[in-house]
């Protein structure tokens, strides 16, 4: 490279005395108005051409210095990604290996040296979390934040933090901001809709819900979401009632009706809408109606109670009697109209009723009614007969309800299961129907 250059600059020079040789008059030069000079075309030619060279010799020593710059950074900076890898691979092979003191020590090493290293700061705060050290914990991630505007990650866990420390609006307002970068965010629309169900915030479940079932394509998903939706439909329905807006209580239950018939929960809450509105005769007729169209139980058991409040005990017991007659063989019917003539003192209709009952094994309660017919008659002995022990009648006469869909006893029906929120599946426990559902679960 040398010997190239010498002979290069040989043959410049050589031009140079040429053009000289050949260019021998004189150039003037005015550095100022007042400064003319005059110098051989040959040295101008050498001057200009020196000139360039010196500028193109400043241009390449700049970029060449930047460059060296650049790479001595690039090293350097290479250098530090390694040490701050391996300090991160030490730390999680230490938590990996149960060492947790050692990989926060690691960690923290690490985040001393890079303070903005996303992958630390995420596992400090798993560990922090793990330890159900919900402070320290939401300190990282807001570090995390605070770095990374965006990062759904960190929010969707800030937003865990808050829902199990009941701060509600601050979990739904990370939950917000997580669905404002990413509106199909699954996680993010599970927890927001778990949030308003503790919320109670209906009307906006309702609207939520909507936009779940349009992104639903599985068909038994899809089912399940229906049945949600109707669940809060018939909650906003309620919350409407309880508010005295009945006409717009009314309209939604009847929209519940209209997807599913056999939703008892809106049946009964339209009798209580004619309830409140003082209309106890079209509250009677319309559960006597929904009775013969669905043959629920819970229906006849609400409309009873009605009945009886009015005082015209002979309705009830006409309805019990035409539905006997079309079903003869209901034995389930025989055992609620036992008990209702147990309340009205109808003794001699109770026990004769009983002895029609064939395998009376399926009803126990029905010893029970019959030995505190016996104690009301003063036939002491036949009761302790009966049974042994006091009898609480107010639990006799009082059915336990079972969810079909988790099992669960209740004593008092709810049209939303108190243990799974499950909707419409709380039915008298009758036949062992909730053991049944209980080994179908098991």
């Not at 038994?220 to 979401?225: D, F, L, T």
């Not at 439909?233 to 929209?255: C, I, P, Q, V, W």
């Not at 319309?286 to 009873?304: M, P, Q, R």
């Not at 007659?325 to 209702?340: C, G, H, M, V, W």
Request: one cysteine or more.
């Amino acid at each position: 490279m040398g010997k190239i250059f010498a002979v290069l600059l040989i043959l410049f020079l050589g031009f140079i005395a040429y053009l000289g040789f050949l260019n021998q008059n004189e150039v003037a030069i005015k550095l100022s108005k007042s400064h003319l000079y005059e110098i051989p075309m040959v040295i101008f030619i050498l001057i200009s051409s020196l000139s360039g060279a010196f500028f193109m010799f400043i241009l390449y020593t700049i970029r060449d210095t930047k460059r060296l710059i650049r790479n001595i950074k690039a090293q350097k900076k290479q250098k530090q990604q390694e040490k701050l890898q391996s300090l991160y691979n030490e730390a999680l092979t230490a938590l990996y290996s149960g060492r947790r003191e050692l990989a926060r020590k690691k960690l923290e090493e690490l985040l001393g040296l890079e303070p903005s290293h996303i992958s630390g700061l995420m596992k400090m705060a798993e560990i922090y979390l793990d330890e159900k050290n919900y402070k320290e914990a939401l300190e990282y991630y807001r570090k995390i934040v605070s770095f990374e505007p965006d990062h759904i990650g960190s929010k969707l866990k800030m937003a865990e933090i808050y829902l199990i420390q009941e701060q509600y609006d601050d979990a739904l307002r990370y939950l917000e901001e997580v669905l404002k970068v990413d509106p199909l965010n699954r996680a993010a629309i599970m927890k927001k809709r778990k949030i308003l169900e503790i919320q109670e915030r209906w009307g906006e479940l309702i609207e939520l819900q909507k936009d779940i079932l349009k992104r639903t394509s599985d068909s038994e998903e899809k089912n399940r979401e229906e049945k949600r939706l109707l669940g809060y439909t018939y909650e906003e329905a309620k919350r409407l009632l309880d508010a005295g807006e009945l006409d717009r209580a009314k309209k939604m239950f009847k929209s519940i009706l209209k997807s599913q018939n056999n939703f008892i929960p809106a049946h009964i809450g339209i009798a209580r809408v004619f309830i409140n509105k003082s209309h106890q005769k079209d509250a009677i007729d319309y559960l006597e109606k929904t009775f013969e169209e669905t043959g629920s139980l819970i229906v006849l058991a609400n409309l009873e109670e009605i009945i009886l409040g009015q005082e015209d005990p002979s309705r009830i017991i006409s309805i019990y009697k035409k539905a006997l007659a079309q079903s003869p063989e209901d034995n389930t019917l025989r055992y609620f109209l036992i008990k209702l003539y147990y309340r009205l003192e109808m003794l001699d209709d109770a026990l004769e009723l009983i002895e029609s009952i064939d395998n009376q094994k399926l009803y126990p309660q029905l010893d029970k009614i019959r030995g505190a017919i016996a104690i009301k008659r003063g036939h002491f002995e036949e009761a302790a007969r009966i049974f042994r022990g006091i009898v609480d009648m107010k639990r006799a006469l009082k059915l336990p309800l079972c969810c079909s869909e988790c099992a669960a006893l209740s004593d008092d029906w709810h049209g939303r299961c108190p243990a799974c929120g499950s909707w419409n599946s709380l039915d008298f426990n009758i036949h062992g129907i909730c053991e049944a559902t209980r080994k179908v679960h098991d």
